[in-house]
């Protein structure tokens, strides 16, 4: 017999999944339609536009992605130019990876836009709700909830 007192609606990972969800999709429009990205890849041009060279494991440790899934964005961001790819100096298995001039142009024009999005996102909010918001959602993010 199903437990009445649950409701699937309320479940803080169903919450934080369908909020993702919803508020992903229009930025996730604009990337696909503008550049013809997916999320790894714009996410690795945002950390390649935020934090400037960068090694594939650097990004995935950084931004929680597996190494397979950045290695195919890195080939498709290499192929449409927006990065290019220089072996490092001290181990030559390393690949040093950059934003090219378009790569940086796409960066510029998509964090105009992330910028102004998530400022709508949250416009409805005080600034105490915006910060705590976020706040929490970072420490959600770091894994703080511990295993099961």
């Not at 604009?30 to 890849?41: I, S, V």
């Not at 390649?48 to 890195?74: D, P």
């Not at 400022?119 to 894994?143: H, P």
């Amino acid at each position: 017999m199903p437990d009445q007192n649950f409701e699937l609606t309320h479940f803080l990972p169903y919450l934080l999944n369908q909020a993702a969800e919803v508020s992903s999709l229009a930025f996730q429009r604009t990337y696909k339609d503008r550049y013809g990205m997916l999320r790894t890849e714009w996410r690795v041009l945002f950390h390649l536009g935020l934090y400037g060279q960068m090694t594939a494991s650097e990004i995935g440790q950084r931004a929680n992605m597996h190494k397979t899934k950045i290695s195919r964005a890195v080939q498709k961001l290499t192929d449409r130019r927006f990065v290019t790819r220089l072996r490092g100096d001290q181990d030559r298995r390393t690949e040093l990876l950059s934003l090219t001039a378009a790569g940086r142009a796409a960066y510029d024009d998509l964090f105009e836009v992330a910028k102004a999005y998530d400022a709508r996102l949250t416009a409805d909010l005080t600034t105490a709700e915006r910060e705590t918001l976020k706040g929490l959602l970072v420490k959600l993010a770091a894994g703080q909830g511990g295993d099961i």
